[in-house]
């Protein structure tokens, strides 16, 4: 079975999160000689799979199996791969079965290896994630089997296959805040204390603002708002309450701390609550670590082009690995019709992205 057909047998699997549509089994099947540790919980199912050649270090691919729902708008059965003009169409082509089938394949030929090889399988990565990769990661550190190294295989190209790879991601901080207020008679103005004049006046001040200047990796922490609502739709009445709801896609210079002090600084005199929460912390890999470089090096010899270090984006269960430590960088395909009616992936992509992880694995 060649990386195609693993990726189409990956494909026709309906595993939208949390269900793993039998691929965990599919998978340590698919990988004799690998030692297995299942963990399954909340509806999750992870598995790791782990082989030893040698005395070295510690190299884990990672990745999961669910997909987001299809939705509406394709043009043929999502999980009935279609294979047309050098492309597979189908849910979860490009997030993120073309990166998870490339490492299979490359895994599964291995003859040799400096230390141990592994990888990582979630089916709750597009969904809350709470029991997936970071439980199994958990248990690892328990049991003294962490990897050292991790390549996360989402997609992370933009122009063309090999133009990027992300050292680093972002964090996400979301913030609710309420602002209280005197409801009352429109006509009379003075008698009231509308919430929404007064947050108004300092908006220009918070809407859209850089909250540091970000670094050679990261774009500033901007603050974003998401949602504003008050009042009960009518024209008469002024509110006595106000919903504000934003978040900061924040690099290692803002913290919670200081979305905070940014907050009471504006707010400060106001009648106000705020919540604050952190769904993802973010995290930088040196460049000069060892998993870089070597997947730098794969990439040009492949491609003929070094990648850009990048740091753009959402989140990814990265996160989890460089919270234990793990030195992780993410490359994948092209991103550019992941969760998309149609979502797709070259098959050309497809084949160069083995090669590459199976030269990661004859050089590391």
């Not at 993802?280 to 070597?294: E, G, I, L, Q, S």
Request: net charge negative.
């Amino acid at each position: 079975m060649n990386v195609v057909d693993l990726l189409i047998r990956l494909l026709s699997a309906p595993s939208v999160t949390p269900d793993d549509a039998g691929l965990m089994d599919f998978v340590e099947a698919y990988l004799p000689g690998y030692e297995a540790i299942r963990i399954e919980e909340g509806g999750v199912k992870n598995l790791f799979l782990s082989r030893t050649f040698g005395e070295g270090e510690h190299l884990c691919f990672a990745g999961h199996v669910d997909v987001v729902p299809p939705g509406e708008g394709w043009e043929s059965d999502p999980f009935v791969p279609l294979v047309r003009d050098g492309e597979i169409v189908a849910r979860g082509a490009q997030d993120m079965k073309s990166g998870v089938a490339a490492f299979l394949a490359a895994m599964r030929e291995a003859e040799r290896f400096s230390g141990t090889l592994s990888l990582l399988l979630t089916s709750d990565e597009e969904g809350e994630a709470t029991y997936g990769t970071q439980i199994m990661l958990r248990h690892l550190r328990e049991i003294g089997r962490l990897p050292d190294y991790a390549i996360v295989a989402e997609p992370t190209c933009e122009e063309r296959f090999g133009d990027a790879v992300k050292i680093g991601r972002r964090g996400s901080i979301n913030g609710v805040i309420e602002k209280r207020g005197r409801q009352g008679h429109a006509a009379y103005p003075e008698k009231a204390l509308n919430p929404i004049h007064k947050v108004a006046q300092v908006l220009p001040k918070m809407a859209g603002v850089n909250l540091d200047e970000g670094d050679e990796f990261f774009a500033p922490s901007q603050f974003v708002i998401t949602d504003i609502r008050a009042g009960m739709e009518v024209t008469n009445v002024t509110p006595g309450k106000l919903k504000m709801m934003f978040n900061v896609r924040n690099n290692t210079h803002t913290d919670l701390k200081d979305v905070e002090e940014f907050v009471h600084k504006y707010f400060s005199g106001m009648d106000y609550d705020l919540r604050l929460s952190q769904s993802a912390n973010p995290f930088v890999t040196d460049p000069d670590t060892r998993v870089v470089k070597v997947l730098d090096e794969a990439i040009a010899a492949e491609t003929g082009e070094r990648p850009k270090h990048s740091t753009a984006g959402g989140t990814s269960d990265a996160r989890f690995f460089a919270e234990y430590g793990v030195k992780v960088v993410e490359f994948g395909v092209r991103n550019d019709t992941i969760h998309a009616p149609n979502e797709r992936v070259a098959i050309d992509e497809v084949e160069g992205l083995y090669r590459v992880f199976r030269r990661v694995i004859e050089s590391f």
